[in-house]
């Protein structure tokens, strides 16, 4: 009921010619401190604020289109989806916000350049990509804050993929969540580079949403994640503003690690990392020992993601032979807009 409110607040009482079919891109974005509990759970409302970098080449390309049918028809990279998946409904669901009268069933094409479910953001990119593509269907011409809101509507984090570069995403405070979505931070970083380590492509045994349910409930540690989500968020500022490698570094890495301890000390406990995901952790602590500046950041599943600069990735691509590595900016180090 709350998610309906939100929607019609947002979209008032634009009432315009839909086209034929709308189509958009988002890219997936990689949490460098991490969303991890909720103090609203239908409107996906976060207890503290979180920053992201988007991987421009990795993401979601949504198509959609009326249907005259009795339902939705869903495909994700040219598979249809079964009507009665998990998937299928939580989709179904979002959708229901935006149908207008209950006749109204859409066709849906979606095209991901990541693995679904298996903690490398597809869901973000998906959210997010679908909401840009209904806002041209239905020519609502929304600006960037109202569409991050309807974004987060479907996953959380999917607020954070609308925009490219370094994006923070204001907890805010008010009930209906009019003050809570993401805000580009005027900043780039030509030689910063992002390497996805595919550990497994598998979905994962347990979505976010219970997991950070499930660590808010019951972690001992958890009343310690918002002071310490709050410094991090204030580091990670700082070292984007100054380009201080050191410090993204480490408070990416910190506050990744952080959150798994929170989630490890859940009952019953979590535990995202697979044996491969924990020897590579011990891999890049022994590099960085050794002098090479190298860190790592893990979401709700095992795969990771090294952050480091342009300067080591010859040294990085002999150490992890199957990464693959991103340049989330392309072009100088101007101010993005
Ligand atoms: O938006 P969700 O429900 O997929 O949750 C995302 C949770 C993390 O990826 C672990 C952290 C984040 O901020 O992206």
């Given amino acids: 009921m709350k998610a309906y409110e939100a929607v019609k607040k947002i979209l008032g009482k634009k009432k315009s010619r839909p086209q034929e079919m709308g189509q958009a891109y988002a890219p997936v974005n990689i949490a460098l401190c991490k969303y991890w509990g909720k103090r609203d759970d239908e409107l996906n409302l976060p207890v503290t604020s979180s920053l992201s970098i988007a991987l421009p080449n990795k993401g979601t390309t949504t198509t959609i289109q009326f249907n005259h049918g009795e339902r939705d028809h869903i495909s994700v990279n040219g598979e249809a989806i079964p009507e009665t998946s998990f998937f299928s409904e939580r989709l179904v669901h979002f959708l229901d916000l935006f149908r207008g009268t209950k006749k109204t069933h859409f066709d849906i094409w979606a095209e991901s350049s990541v693995p679904i479910g298996a903690g490398l953001a597809s869901s973000a990119s998906g959210f997010a990509s679908l ?22 509507l479907g996953s959380g984090s999917a607020c954070r993929s609308i925009a490219p570069g370094f994006v923070k995403w204001l907890a805010g405070n008010k009930s ?19 390497g996805i380590c595919l550990i497994s492509p598998h979905e994962k045994a347990i979505s976010s949403r219970q997991a950070m349910q499930q660590t808010l409930d019951t972690s001992p540690f958890y009343p310690a ?54 020897s590579f952790k011990h891999k890049i602590w022994a590099l960085r020992a050794e002098g090479l500046s190298v860190y790592f950041t893990q979401d709700a599943g095992p795969n990771l993601k090294l952050l480091f ?29």
């Fill in 309 to 337: 600069l342009v300067e080591d990735e010859d040294k990085i691509i002999n150490a992890f032979p199957d990464i693959e590595i991103i340049t989330p900016f392309q072009g100088n180090d101007e101010l993005v807009t």
């Fill in 131 to 152: 909401v840009l593509a209904l806002n041209q269907l239905y020519r609502w011409q929304l600006d960037a804050s109202s569409l991050s809101i309807l974004a987060r």
């Fill in 176 to 194: 209906n969540g009019m003050d809570s979505y993401a805000e580009v931070l005027p900043y780039s970083w030509k030689n910063l580079r992002v």
């Fill in 225 to 278: 994640w918002p002071q310490l989500v709050k410094h991090h968020l204030k580091s990670l500022e700082k070292a984007i503003a100054d380009q201080d490698f050191e410090l993204l570094g480490t408070t990416a890495e910190s506050n990744s690690l952080a959150m798994h301890a929170c989630a490890l000390t859940a009952y019953p406990p979590i535990c995202y990392s697979l044996p491969e995901t924990v």
